[in-house]
């Protein structure tokens, strides 16, 4: 399957260098359904808000790419862009681009959604997207093919990729 994903997204890896990362503590922690919440007040991480929601396999596939029913082709499961964030709760990096994260989430609520996915507990995912250094972004238009991006950004950069990439008709 790795083999057919990479043939489809052949060409679309952009190339940064590696993140290195060091530990830090966890925010969000893991409900027995797989919900992800903040450790803190227990509320569910990304529903119902402007926040970035955190995916588990099982909602990627509900959500963005139903990689098993679609192995060799990409056919986007929403309807506007997508930004998604592959992470690990120890990277610092990480950590430093989550705040920008949420503030993307919310000044472009209803023309970007912003995903998470927790490389550490969702490896599946990240066998999948070969992701090999974090943090790694998945940006998906709403037409179009994705493409992957590594390392540190700031919010400039995001606005930059959300208008050259995303939000392009």
Same mark, same amino acid.
């Given at each position: 399957?790795?083999r057919i994903?990479?043939v489809?997204l052949?060409?679309?890896f952009l190339?940064?260098?590696?993140t290195a990362?060091?530990?830090?503590?966890?925010?969000?922690?893991?409900?027995?359904?797989g919900v992800?919440e903040?450790?803190v007040t227990?509320?569910?991480?990304g529903?119902g808000?402007?926040?970035?929601?955190?995916?588990?396999?099982?909602?990627?596939k509900?959500?963005?790419?139903?990689?098993?029913k679609? !192995?060799?082709?990409?056919?986007?499961?929403?309807?506007?862009?997508?930004?998604?964030?592959?992470?690990a709760?120890w990277c610092?990096?990480?950590?430093?681009?989550?705040?920008?994260?949420?503030?993307?989430?919310?000044?472009?609520a209803?023309?970007?959604k912003?995903?998470?996915i927790?490389?550490?507990k969702q490896?599946e995912?990240?066998?999948v997207?070969?992701?090999?250094?974090? !943090?790694?972004?998945?940006?998906i238009?709403?037409?179009?093919?994705?493409?992957?991006?590594?390392?540190?950004?700031d919010?400039?950069?995001?606005e930059?990729?959300?208008?050259?990439?995303?939000?392009?008709?």
């Amino acid at each position: 399957m790795n083999r057919i994903f990479t043939v489809i997204l052949a060409g679309l890896f952009l190339s940064i260098t590696a993140t290195a990362c060091t530990s830090v503590n966890s925010e969000t922690t893991e409900t027995k359904s797989g919900v992800q919440e903040n450790a803190v007040t227990g509320t569910p991480s990304g529903e119902g808000s402007n926040k970035p929601e955190y995916l588990t396999v099982e909602t990627f596939k509900e959500k963005i790419w139903n990689y098993e029913k679609n !192995p060799q082709e990409w056919v986007y499961e929403g309807s506007e862009p997508v930004i998604i964030d592959f992470y690990a709760d120890w990277c610092k990096p990480c950590k430093m681009v989550a705040p920008i994260l949420e503030e993307i989430s919310q000044d472009y609520a209803g023309k970007v959604k912003v995903y998470k996915i927790d490389t550490e507990k969702q490896k599946e995912l990240a066998a999948v997207f070969q992701v090999s250094s974090i !943090p790694t972004f998945l940006y998906i238009p709403a037409k179009g093919q994705p493409q992957m991006d590594k390392g540190y950004k700031d919010k400039a950069t995001f606005e930059r990729i959300i208008k050259e990439i995303l939000l392009v008709e």
